[in-house]
């Protein structure tokens, strides 16, 4: 039996500012956007991992929830407590550089983690925590 990863969420408070994110600045190809169920469902993905996409979608992805629900969702995505998610590089230093010259709000410098890689770390437009990992050489 082989299971890979498929898909995995981010939340987003603004498809079109996320997207000016996940394309524009971290290079990721758009793969869906389409109109479902009063939604829209956008997904990006690398271009070297075909098989795997990230799927950006609001915080509370429920047509029944509650208008509560929904506000308390919105409330822990804008203090950046909802996801986490962790990019590998093969250049910590040269994608910060990029990331932060196209305007990127930056969370952690590069650094060499005590577990083996060297790591910074953003928010994107929506306040999500994303870190970018290389693995240290030896």
């Known amino acids: ?12 408070d603004d498809h079109d500012k996320a ?3 996940y394309q524009d600045v971290l290079g990721l190809e758009v793969r869906n956007d389409v109109g479902f169920e ?11 991992q075909p098989d795997v996409e990230i799927v950006l979608e609001p915080p509370l992805a429920d047509p029944n929830a509650s208008p509560a629900d929904k506000r308390a ?3 822990l995505l804008a ?6 998610v962790i990019f590998r590089t093969d250049d910590c230093d040269a994608t910060f550089e990029r990331i932060r010259a196209a305007g990127g709000e930056v969370l952690q410098e590069p650094i060499d983690q005590p577990y083996g890689v060297r790591d910074c770390a953003f928010r ?3 306040g999500n925590m994303l870190r970018f990992s290389q693995p240290r050489r030896r």
């Open 19 to 21: 997207l000016g994110f």
């Open 38 to 48: 009063g939604m829209r469902w956008v997904t990006v993905g690398a271009p070297s």
């Open 79 to 84: 203090k950046g407590l909802l996801r986490g």
């Open 73 to 75: 969702m919105a409330e």
């Open 124 to 126: 994107d437009p929506s």
């Open 1 to 12: 039996m082989d299971i890979k990863l498929s898909q995995c969420f981010i939340a987003v």
